[in-house]
């Protein structure tokens, strides 16, 4: 049964309790613990990263040894030594190459994204801007994963959202879809997981 929205679940309940910025934490933390995706001495790119809880529990997993780059539209208060964050629109993607390039990275082992379209109310128009964003993340993802690197990323399920997968499947290898447990019962988000060939 759909449960009614609650917004101070136990969910943020506990993320304010443990030092998180935000509860979508836990739903990285899950799948982390699934695949096994975070080690230490990484370099990871987080596209739509504010307020920050993702590059918090990042940070703490790649130790003083990684690297930790963040963008979002929003500004990102500082979090650790090991992370970067940059205001910055992702879908202007000749900018984040071109700040990436500044960073003079080394391989890129993974790429984040929890990019939520700011919504219309109308389902299918919101589900599409989901995915018109994911298109943008993949092509990033693309580009600056080194191979063998892994994507995760967050996206609306809907009518769109087979073609979607069809054409992910295309591309990347061993794509898995996860609903973690701090997903809201009543949201139609999924999270992919996908290997770069
Ligand atoms: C659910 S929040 C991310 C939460 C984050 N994972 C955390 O743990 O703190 C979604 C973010 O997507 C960002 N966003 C939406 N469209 C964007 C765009 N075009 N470029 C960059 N960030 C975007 C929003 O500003 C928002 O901060």
Request: zero cysteines; proline letters at 17%; hydrophobic letters at 50%.
């Given at each position: 049964m759909i449960k009614p929205y609650v917004p101070n679940d136990s969910w943020s309940r506990k993320a304010a309790k443990e030092g998180f910025r935000a509860r979508s934490v836990y739903k990285l933390m899950e799948i982390d613990e699934r695949f096994r995706l975070l080690k230490p001495g990484q370099t990871v790119v987080d596209l739509a990263a504010a307020p920050g809880s993702w590059l918090q529990y990042v940070s703490k997993r790649i130790g003083p040894k990684g690297l930790a780059i963040g963008f979002d539209l929003q500004t990102i208060t500082p979090i650790a030594e090991n992370v970067r964050t940059f205001e910055q629109d992702i879908t202007q993607p000749e900018k984040i190459d071109s700040l990436l390039e500044a960073q003079?990275?080394?391989?890129?082992?993974l790429v984040l994204s929890d990019i939520a379209p700011s919504t219309s109310g109308i389902r299918d128009i919101d589900q599409w801007r989901s995915i018109e964003l994911n298109q943008v993340v993949i092509a990033i993802a693309a580009r600056w994963l080194r191979p063998g690197g892994y994507c995760v990323l967050k996206v609306f399920r809907g009518a769109d959202f087979d073609a979607f997968l069809r054409e992910v499947k295309a591309d990347w290898k061993n794509v898995k879809i996860v609903t973690p447990r701090a997903s809201r019962d009543r949201s139609k988000e999924v999270y992919l997981v996908m290997k770069k060939a």
């Open positions: 003079h990275l080394p391989a890129i082992d």
